[in-house]
Every structure is written in C-alpha cells, then in structure tokens.
C-alpha cells in the first residue's frame, strides 16, 4: 500500500499598501478606490495598510483592510525609521506606496529588509518639487532612490518621462497606469443634496488651494472674460489667505466663492455650467475626469502631465499653441490668462457646452476602476516573494 503525503497549502501572499495619510486629496482618493476594488484579490491575498501619519481621514478603506497607523508627523526620518520597524515585523512579500515621501521610506526599509517595494508616483515630480534647498535634498532622494524600486508607476506617460529623463529611473522599470475613476459612485454621489452650490448659472474648480494649481489665474481671467454667473473654487489650502485677497481686490467678492474642502464634490460638479482645471503641472487630473464623468464640459491647461492625453488624445508637446478646441475639451497653455479668459468666453455657448458635456461623459468612461485595479495587481503579483538582499536591485 503507497502511503499519500498530505499536501502543503501555500501560504497566502501578504500585500502592504502605504501612504501618508487619507486626509483629503487625489492620491489618497486613489488608493482607496483601488483598495475597495481589490475584493476578489483578498480572496488570495492579506491586503494591509499602512499610514505614516495621525490625521483625520476624508475617505475610508474597506473593512476587512487591517490597517495600521503609525505617527511619523510628516517627517521623514521618522517615517523611514517607523516603516522599517513596521514592515520588520510584518513580512510582506511585496509593498506598494503613492506620495514621494511615503515612496522614499518604502524603498529605503525594503531594502534594508530584502522586500521588493512598488511605488507610484503622482505628480510631476520636477514640478512639483519645486526649489531651493528642501527640494535639491529631495531630488537627491529620487535620483538616488526610485530606480532601486523593483517596479515604478507613473500616472501618466508624462510622469514616466519626467522620472525617466530628470531621475534616471531605468525604462524597463516603468509602467503607466492611469488613474481609476469610480464613474457609479461618482454617479451616485453627484445625486446627493448639496449646499455648497450657489442658486444661479456657475462655473467650478477644485483642488488644493496651493501655488501650482494657479486658482490666481483662472480668478484674473474670471474677471477679464466678463461672463455671467459665478466660479466656485472648492478646496483649502496655504493660498486661500492671498486668493481671498485678491477677489476682495477685483471686487469680485458677489461672484467667486471659496467654500472650503468638500467630502462631496460631486453633487456641486453635476449643477456646474463647466469646469476648468489652471494647474502648471499635475500628475494625472483627477478632478478633470471627475467633472467629465458627471458630464460637465471642461476646460484645462496643457500642463505636465495629463490633460492633453485626456482632452486631445495627444501626448502634451503634439497640441498647438493658443486655445485649441480639443475633441473632449478645451485646452489653453498653462499659466496663460488671456488664453484662459477667451476659453471661458468660447465655454459660455450653450451649444459648445452642450456638445462638450456629451464627449466628456464618453471620455471619461475610458478610464473605469476595473481597468485600474486589473493593472495594478498585473504589476504587484509577480514581485511578491521576489527578495534580493539589500540594495542591489
């Protein structure tokens, strides 16, 4: 008689999400999304998170997330320390971090650890670093340590550009993913009572109220273009103090409102006229999408990175100069007041509204959650168990 070994079950792959925090923002909306679409990966995997710092949360992970929080208080060499500490204990077999400190930590602690670590980067990071000192140290950082990542996404073929010639981060490494809009709850949520949007005709913009997203722009070409109706600017932010200002200064303090941060900003976007997006630079635009799902005409600067791929199906430097009427949207020069003012003028026609409210529903369709979430596991998977020592990647 042969006598049967029982057979070994694999253990299950263990998984470790990280970023700074969920307080309000794209990238914390991001990984949410993909989080809670990530249920039939669960079935195979242990699915963590971890936070690097204690703040209050604007949006929330699905329950059978074990998440932990550490308090690293925005600094670095905390989080390094901490996240090293965590992970020691853990063991994941792979991790995966948005936002640029949260990804400098995950690459030093895996690799002090034999970990293969993932990241994501969401912005344009040469822009979005900026100058002066903190930021020379902080291009060091990337320079040094992103391409000793295993895997690096970009949101958009001009991030991996940006990383590939500013960073040296190897090409082979890279791999673009757009965002995920989760168009059925945006839907959803967009039917919601809203008191955030005014009585009449007005037109939207949202984000953090800092420098790069330029709202100072688009409230000089708000006052240029001399249109009907109002502009609501949801977001907080460093710049609401000079913005404030500056609409007391234009005597625009009747027609441009800045209401604060919005949980919901979806049910304002559905009841706007149109939406413009005036950043210098963005990783992927979120909030164009966002308002493009809920069939709101946009218009947006050909910044780095993104809106031309939406708008024009173009990469940024293919679309000419000047307000072009795109096939999905109107697309101005960054950091161009007179181009924004004529945009928002060409935007008050109902017919050209109309036209572009139908293709932005359409076009945002393209980017759905599944789509997302089936690209993002294609690239965690196959890293997990992957360890090398140190790190010699």
Not at 215 to 225: K, Q, R, S
Not at 317 to 333: C, Q, R, T, W
Request: glycine share 6%; charged share 25%.
């Amino acid at each position: 008689m042969i006598r049967e070994e029982p057979t070994s079950l694999m253990p299950r792959k263990k998984v470790t999400f990280i970023i700074n925090s969920l307080a309000g923002g794209g990238a914390e909306r991001v990984m949410c999304t993909l989080l809670r679409a990530s249920e039939t990966e669960r079935n195979e995997v242990d699915i963590s998170l971890i936070l690097l710092d204690r703040e209050s949360a604007a949006y929330h992970v699905p329950s059978w997330v074990k998440v932990e929080q550490l308090d690293c208080r925005h600094s670095l060499l905390r989080s390094i320390w901490s996240l090293y500490a965590m992970l020691r204990r853990s063991r994941p077999d792979a991790t995966l971090s948005f936002l640029t400190r949260a990804n400098v930590a995950n690459v030093i602690a895996t690799g002090l650890l034999g970990i293969p670590a993932i990241i994501s980067e969401r912005v344009n990071t040469t822009s979005h670093l900026g100058k002066g000192r903190a930021a020379a140290l902080a291009k060091f950082l990337v320079k040094w340590l992103y391409p000793k990542a295993r895997r690096i996404i970009a949101v958009s073929p001009g991030v991996a550009d940006d990383l590939k010639t500013a960073f040296g981060v190897p090409q082979d490494k890279l791999v673009v993913i757009s965002n995920p809009i989760d168009i059925d709850d945006i839907r959803a949520r967009s039917q919601e009572t809203e008191s955030v949007a005014p009585a009449g005709e007005f037109g939207m913009a949202m984000g953090r109220l800092v420098p790069n997203k330029n709202f100072g722009m688009l409230i000089d070409a708000f006052a240029a273009a001399k249109i009907d109706g109002q502009l609501l600017i949801l977001g907080d932010g460093p710049e609401r103090a000079a913005l404030t200002a500056q609409i007391d200064r234009l005597g625009l303090t009747d027609r441009v409102m800045l209401p604060g941060f919005s949980a919901n900003p979806f049910a304002t976007l559905r009841k706007a006229a149109y939406f413009t997006l005036p950043s210098n630079a963005e990783g992927f635009p979120n909030s164009l999408l966002e308002a493009m799902s809920v069939g709101v005409p946009v218009i947006s600067t050909n910044c780095q990175s993104g809106p031309s791929e939406v708008l024009a199906d173009l990469a940024r430097e293919d679309v000419a100069s000047g307000v072009v009427f795109a096939e999905n949207g109107i697309l101005i020069p960054p950091n161009d007041t007179i181009a924004m003012k004529d945009a928002l003028r060409a935007m008050s026609e109902p017919e050209r509204r109309a036209a572009y409210g139908l293709k932005a529903a359409a076009r945002a369709a393209e980017f759905s959650v599944e789509r997302a979430k089936l690209a993002y596991w294609k690239v965690i998977l196959p890293e997990c168990g992957q360890s090398e020592v140190g790190f010699a990647r």
